[in-house]
């Protein structure tokens, strides 16, 4: 069975740094691509970056870019996001996702992402 934990939010000030890990104890991510959404109170559910199976193809939201980074660890089966310069638009609920897949495409759309993590929070004070 497949199960995506995030850990590693929390409250910081704007201009700080969180690192968010998602876990996969179903060892699914082998075969998937990983993406990382976000959803702020009254919005809907956002794309904030992915990593394709290789690794070799991370997109990232035009918001992010330059400030968060997404890695995987194979050997671990977990995916981070390290975010930094942290703003207080950044909060939101964060969740990482996995679209079990046999190539090296990534997606930015959610309705393509077959597992959902739990979500954690991000909160960024100004």
């Known amino acids: 069975q497949v199960r995506l934990v995030e850990s590693g939010g929390g409250l910081v000030q704007a201009g700080g740094s969180l690192r968010l890990s998602c876990a996969d104890s179903g060892r699914t991510f082998s075969n998937s691509a990983v993406g990382w959404f976000r959803q702020a109170p009254g919005k809907g559910r956002e794309f904030v970056c992915a990593?394709?199976?290789?690794?070799?193809?991370?997109p990232y939201a035009d918001s992010v870019k330059g400030r968060f980074t997404i890695s995987r660890d194979s050997a671990k089966n977990t995916v981070y996001l390290q975010m930094n310069s942290l703003k207080p638009e950044d909060t939101a609920v964060y969740y990482c996702?996995?679209?079990?897949?046999?190539?090296?495409?990534?997606?930015?759309?959610?309705?393509?992402?077959?597992?959902w993590g739990q979500g954690t929070q991000v909160t960024v004070s100004s």
């Open positions: 990593i394709n199976r290789s690794g070799l193809s991370k």
């Open positions: 996702a996995a679209d079990i897949i046999y190539s090296d495409y990534v997606s930015r759309n959610s309705n393509d992402y077959d597992y």
